[in-house]
């Protein structure tokens, strides 16, 4: 009687995916090993608050502003996607970072906020990041959650883009990075690669929401490090300045490209210098003998 061999069976699957080119099937998600000295900065109860001292390029010119970056430790829901009330069996806990910028163009105002929710558990991209621009003409609103794919939800003012809802693959995300630096810059993507840009660039700049190549590397300039990305196709550059040693304190940041309209538009720099740093819980410092504290942040 004729045998058949045993089969190997997770073997063959394995087999088969490499010669169906299916290899590219990301692996799980590892476990983020996190330090005491990470727990002790980031899980005792309070935020980092620094502001900084803001050179924004908008419309061809430098407009001088404020911005502002709050680093603070939270819970979060995995199916509702928001901030827990309180920690339980169902949260995990992430690194929330809400950055702000505030200027003025000509008679007008812009208030600039962007928010990302990056996973501390375990490696992967940020589970949801939200950005919205204020200004006298309008508002613009975008969303993306974290799940299946990445969930967009655009909303503005604007006729194009309007409302919309769509989905995109992942891939790595510019507003994910400023986290990673955070948690652990070793882990920050190097080479030629695609990514998101940020939220604010897209809505500024009128993008589309979509990863475009990028070419991203680390560097030393003095007693900092910085992570460059530069977009060939936008003619755009950032760069990062943070500290070597934990925890990895941004201290400023650049941003190259075209301001103002067509063939018009011209190189400029949007800059950003550390003004002054709080370790605080500041959302329980919301009374009138509490307005001294924004003296200290240089406010």
Avoid at 44 to 61: C, F, I, M, N, W
Avoid at 72 to 84: C, I, N, S, Y
Avoid at 95 to 111: D, R
Avoid at 115 to 135: R, V
Wanted: with cysteine; proline share 6%.
């Amino acid at each position: 009687m004729l045998k058949i061999p045993k089969i190997n069976y997770p073997a063959f699957a394995f087999l088969c995916l490499l010669l169906l080119g299916c290899n590219k099937i990301p692996e799980p998600p590892q476990e983020r090993k996190l330090s005491s000295e990470f727990k002790e900065y980031w899980f005792d109860g309070t935020a980092e608050v620094t502001s900084y001292h803001l050179k924004q390029a908008r419309y061809g010119e430098i407009r001088e502003g404020s911005a502002m970056k709050i680093f603070v430790k939270e819970d979060f829901l995995p199916e509702e996607h928001v901030k827990a009330d309180e920690a339980s069996e169902r949260t995990f806990p992430i690194l929330k970072l809400n950055s702000t910028k505030k200027f003025t163009t000509g008679i007008y105002p812009y208030s600039i906020m962007e928010s990302s929710f990056y996973p501390l558990q375990k490696e992967g991209h940020a589970t949801k990041i939200s950005a919205s621009i204020q200004e006298w003409c309008g508002q613009q609103f975008i969303q993306l959650n974290n799940r299946t794919n990445f969930e967009i939800q655009l909303n503005s003012y604007f006729e194009n883009p309007a409302d919309k809802h769509f989905n995109i693959p992942k891939t790595f995300l510019e507003n994910e990075i400023w986290n990673l630096i955070r948690v652990h810059p070793k882990e920050l993507p190097v080479g030629d690669l695609e990514m998101i840009p940020s939220f604010e660039f897209l809505q500024l700049d009128h993008r589309e929401a979509k990863a475009y190549k990028v070419t991203a590397k680390r560097s030393k300039d003095d007693s900092l490090e910085v992570y460059t990305l530069q977009y060939p196709k936008l003619n755009r550059t950032l760069k990062i300045f943070f500290k070597t040693e934990f925890p990895h304190e941004i201290e400023k940041w650049e941003e190259i490209k075209p301001s103002g309209n067509g063939e018009d538009a011209k190189m400029l720099t949007t800059k950003a210098l550390k003004n002054k740093r709080l370790k605080i819980d500041y959302w329980n410092k919301n009374s009138q003998n509490d307005v001294s504290l924004r003296e200290k942040l240089g406010l």
